[in-house]
């Protein structure tokens, strides 16, 4: 089956130069983040934006996963992502994080758009404190309206694995990752593609709720789901069911979010994803759709 895989973070040198910054031990002269903090973790250093591009074809290649979408993942790093689209154009799409409420907030989402194959601007009211459906955020949608872009809003339980393993705080207000303010938003933007990560994220039933509502939305079912544990009894395959009736097959987009080497792409998330349709009885078709067509219909 052809797989392609729509939440990918791109741990560029940007990324770990920010983290850097924003941490209490910051680097020594001439030190370079995007080594210190690498080495900090065990995790393999990106060296270059391209370099760092290379080795996820390699290990796509390595998994046979056609193509991804790759989410700069730290406000004003989309110009990595565009560097490994540049080099790589036939695999990747780019995605990139966007903090409405930055000063340089409305000129970076019309620069990003204008790179080629940035297809998804990515929101994180939780992390950012902007609610959906305050103006600064409402902006960004008409820009992905008037781009034919896709906006991703991250929903319910944000948490952080690397600024966690650095003890950087997170002062997350998940009160504004409600899908239902999402989906108030999108019925005013019926052409922009709204993309939910994780089902919600823990705001599984308002999640559901919001693709009732809104036709535009699609849920991401990228990651370990660990979000269900807020929820007793509710298994992977049920959590697929429920959304398998409510938005179908057409309004799933398959994703491991995977994000750092070594540890690379998360073949067992594909794997068990992959497990649960088969077990509900979703033909190869429709299968086909959620691991890669629906990813093809939103990239182009």
Same mark, same amino acid.
Request: hydrophobic fraction near 50%.
């Given at each position: 089956?052809?797989?392609?895989?729509?939440?990918?973070?791109? &741990?560029? @040198?940007?990324?770990?130069?920010?983290?850097? +910054?924003?941490?209490?031990?910051?680097?020594?002269?001439?030190?370079?983040?995007?080594?210190?903090?690498?080495?900090?973790?065990? *995790?393999?250093?990106?060296?270059?934006?391209?370099?760092?591009?290379?080795? *996820? !074809?390699?290990?796509?290649?390595?998994?046979?996963?056609?193509?991804?979408?790759?989410?700069?993942?730290?406000?004003?790093?989309? $110009?990595?992502?565009?560097?490994?689209?540049?080099?790589?154009?036939?695999?990747?799409?780019?995605?990139?994080?966007?903090? @409405?409420?930055?000063?340089?907030?409305? +000129?970076?989402?019309?620069?990003?758009?204008?790179?080629?194959?940035?297809?998804?601007?990515?929101? %994180?009211?939780?992390?950012? /404190?902007?609610? !959906?459906?305050?103006?600064?955020?409402?902006?960004? %949608?008409?820009?992905?309206?008037?781009?034919?872009?896709?906006?991703?809003?991250?929903?319910?339980?944000?948490?952080?694995?690397?600024? /966690? /393993?650095? #003890? =950087?705080?997170?002062?997350?207000?998940?009160?504004? #990752?409600?899908?239902?303010?999402?989906?108030?938003?999108?019925?005013?933007?019926?052409?922009?593609?709204?993309?939910? @990560?994780?089902?919600?994220? $823990?705001?599984?039933?308002?999640? =559901?709720?919001?693709?009732?509502?809104?036709?535009?939305?699609?849920?991401?079912?990228?990651?370990?789901?660990? *979000?269900?544990?807020?929820? @007793? #009894?509710?298994?992977?395959?049920?959590?697929?069911?429920?959304?398998?009736?409510?938005?179908?097959?057409?309004?799933?987009?398959? #994703?491991?979010?995977?994000?750092?080497?070594?540890?690379? *792409?998360?073949?067992?998330?594909?794997?068990?994803?992959?497990? !649960?349709?088969?077990?509900?009885? !979703?033909?190869?078709?429709?299968?086909?759709?959620? &691991?890669?067509?629906?990813?093809?219909? =939103?990239?182009?």
């Amino acid at each position: 089956m052809t797989v392609a895989d729509a939440h990918v973070h791109f &741990f560029s @040198p940007g990324f770990y130069r920010g983290l850097a +910054a924003s941490g209490s031990s910051q680097p020594a002269a001439g030190q370079d983040g995007a080594v210190m903090i690498p080495d900090q973790l065990g *995790w393999t250093g990106p060296g270059s934006d391209e370099a760092l591009a290379d080795a *996820w !074809v390699d290990e796509l290649d390595r998994h046979h996963v056609a193509r991804a979408m790759l989410i700069a993942s730290v406000h004003g790093d989309e $110009g990595s992502v565009a560097a490994a689209v540049l080099r790589h154009p036939s695999r990747f799409a780019g995605a990139f994080m966007l903090n @409405p409420g930055a000063a340089d907030a409305a +000129a970076r989402v019309e620069t990003a758009f204008a790179l080629p194959r940035m297809r998804t601007v990515c929101l %994180f009211p939780a992390m950012h /404190k902007v609610a !959906v459906d305050d103006e600064r955020s409402i902006a960004v %949608f008409e820009a992905a309206g008037r781009h034919a872009r896709a906006v991703f809003v991250h929903c319910g339980v944000l948490s952080v694995g690397v600024r /966690k /393993k650095l #003890g =950087l705080p997170s002062t997350f207000d998940i009160r504004l #990752g409600d899908p239902l303010t999402v989906a108030a938003v999108a019925l005013r933007y019926p052409t922009v593609p709204v993309v939910i @990560p994780h089902f919600g994220a $823990g705001f599984f039933s308002e999640a =559901l709720m919001a693709a009732a509502m809104a036709p535009n939305i699609v849920f991401d079912t990228s990651s370990s789901n660990s *979000w269900m544990r807020f929820h @007793p #009894g509710l298994s992977l395959r049920e959590v697929f069911a429920r959304a398998l009736d409510v938005v179908g097959p057409s309004r799933l987009l398959f #994703g491991s979010d995977s994000s750092f080497f070594p540890r690379g *792409w998360q073949r067992g998330v594909y794997e068990q994803q992959q497990g !649960v349709l088969t077990d509900l009885g !979703v033909d190869e078709a429709n299968q086909s759709a959620i &691991f890669a067509g629906n990813f093809a219909r =939103l990239v182009g």
